[in-house]
């Protein structure tokens, strides 16, 4: 059924598209009918270190329709479809992949709405509004989607306290960037989970750039998120509290004269959530290096407090090692090849990734 579903999305695309290339009228017109359409893909193999097992395949797929709906808004539609190849509750064994097809949805696998927002540019003061779907502007990394990542996988403070694929939920969004002398832009976002019986979500959140020099910049940001959750046995209940916060700083060397061929990145998030009453927190730091036109390295530390399995022992404390080496033939491809080293826990969840992404189309960047 879900690949059923691929097919009629990819054939409304197609659509789309012939329709706009048949389209005629002013040039701001044309460019309103004819909007980007682009198509994101990921197709990955992993090598489990512990019994010598293997699986490859495709891994997702996101599809893209972007324009400006006139000079002053502008609409992004994004759909995902995902195989959970990559998901950590993945697994290879034939009973395992006809349970996990029987509830892909529950772990994020299948097809989705990513984004659908429509955005205003212009409004007065400095101000810009959205609404619709969209990932939340908590930190840095819940913004960006899986294929901007440096690697194959997002922190486990984002897919541990924030979702599998991070937060993202309808809402409304807006932001104002203040005329102040260093870069300032404050954030304020009201969203409604998507699950019937979740939290209905505020956060707040303030993004700082200062740039030293042409080759220096340093990006910091701050949130807390407060949500007022409807209990399921009583809907008349509900409580209302701060019960997520983090910050975050990203460091980047780029210096102006070979900026094509190096670049040094560090950048660093702590996150805390409270979760069915109890509370954990979390951090991750990674550097990554660009040493040639088209090769790039990096490494990311992370250690998090998970909820447990176990109930006697709500916190399960993860700590992991990644290394990644990055090779992009063209601009539209990037090969990525990744080995994952766990610092607690047994060694079965040591691994090794070769992920291929491809580009077609416009695909217009995400804001990050």
């Known amino acids: 059924m879900s690949v059923l579903r691929l097919f009629l999305v990819l054939l409304l695309a197609a659509a789309v598209q012939l329709a706009a290339a048949q389209s005629v ?15 994101v893909g990921d197709v990955a193999g992993r090598y489990g270190l512990d019994e010598s097992h293997w699986f490859a395949g495709m891994a997702g797929v996101e599809l893209g329709v972007q324009a400006a709906v006139d000079p002053f808004a502008k609409a992004d539609f994004l759909l995902h479809y995902s195989t959970g190849l990559l998901e950590p509750h993945h697994h290879e064994d034939e009973s395992a992949a006809v349970a996990a097809d029987a509830d892909e949805h529950e772990h994020g696998a299948g097809l989705g709405v990513e984004e659908a927002l429509v955005t205003l540019t212009s409004l007065p003061g400095g101000l810009q509004a959205s609404v619709g779907r969209m990932r939340s502007r908590i930190g840095l990394v819940n913004v960006q989607h899986l294929h901007d990542f440096s690697f194959v996988a997002y922190p486990k403070i984002v897919t541990g306290y924030w979702g599998e694929e991070g937060l993202a939920v309808d809402g ?17 976002e009201g969203q ?7 939290p209905d979500i505020t956060t707040g959140g303030l993004n700082l750039f200062l740039p030293f020099g042409d080759d220096f910049g340093l990006s910091v940001t701050g949130f807390a998120e407060a949500d007022r959750h409807q209990h399921e046995e009583d809907s008349a209940e509900a409580q209302f509290g701060l019960h997520g916060f983090g910050g975050g ?3 980047k060397w780029k210096p102006a004269a070979r ?8 950048q660093g998030e702590l996150h ?34 998970l909820p447990a399995e176990q109930e006697e022992e709500p ?54």
Do not use: C
């Open 25 to 39: 009228g002013t040039p701001f017109g044309q460019a309103a009918e004819n909007p980007s359409l682009s198509a």
């Open 172 to 188: 409304l969004r807006a932001s104002w960037l203040a005329p102040l002398p260093i870069w300032t832009e404050l954030v304020l």
């Open 192 to 198: 409604k989970a998507l699950d019937e019986h979740g």
């Open 249 to 251: 700083f990203r460091f």
């Open 259 to 266: 900026s094509l061929y190096t670049y040094l990145l560090l």
């Open 272 to 305: 805390g959530r409270t979760l069915e009453e109890q509370s954990y927190t979390g951090f991750y730091g990674m550097a990554e290096y660009k040493f040639a036109r088209q090769w790039t390295a990096g490494l990311l530390f992370e250690q998090a407090g």
């Open 315 to 368: 916190t399960e404390n993860s700590a992991s090692l990644s290394a990644a080496v990055s090779f992009w033939p063209s601009e539209f491809q990037r090969l990525r090849l990744q080995y994952d080293h766990p610092l607690s826990g047994e060694a079965e969840d040591q691994r090794v990734t070769l992920a291929w992404t491809f580009i077609i189309g416009p695909h217009k960047p995400h804001s990050y």
